[in-house]
């Protein structure tokens, strides 16, 4: 009897092989870029306005998510124009600066 492998298990890896390649875009990078910014520059260290530098913030997601969310001195709340789960995902973004 002739084995017979289906041609498509043969092209599997090659049509996997550029999607795995590709590095995972953070859905918080596209929020950052449109709500952060401006003040904290696209590498985090811009600091306009007087804003910190996130490269060497200390703060861990908790303090990130709540100061994000209610604001503090001239950083802006964004507990209104974002969602809880859209601050999550800046958060985790801002995080991947240090
Ligand atoms: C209008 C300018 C401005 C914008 C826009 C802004 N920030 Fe800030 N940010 C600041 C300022 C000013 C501070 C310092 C606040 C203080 O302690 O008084 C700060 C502080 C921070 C800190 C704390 C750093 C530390 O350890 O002290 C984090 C984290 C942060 N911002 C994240 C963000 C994220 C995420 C966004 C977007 C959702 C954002 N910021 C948008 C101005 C801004």
Redesign the pocket.
């Known amino acids: 009897m002739k084995l017979r492998i289906p041609v498509t298990f043969l092209f599997l890896p090659f049509l996997a092989a550029p999607v795995l390649a590709t590095p995972p875009v953070l859905p918080?990078q596209l929020?950052?870029q449109k709500?952060?910014?401006?003040?904290?520059g696209a590498n985090?260290k811009k600091g306009?306005?007087?804003?910190?530098?996130?490269t060497?913030?200390?703060?861990n997601a908790f303090?990130?998510t709540y100061?994000?969310t209610n604001?503090?001195?001239?950083?802006?709340a964004?507990g209104k124009t974002?969602t809880a789960a859209q601050?999550q995902q800046?958060?985790a973004?801002?995080l991947t600066l240090r």
Do not use: E
């Open positions: 918080g929020l950052y709500n952060c910014m401006r003040c904290h985090g306009a306005s007087g804003a910190h530098d996130l060497k913030s200390n703060l303090g990130r100061l994000v604001g503090m001195g001239k950083m802006p964004f974002l601050v800046v958060v973004y801002s």
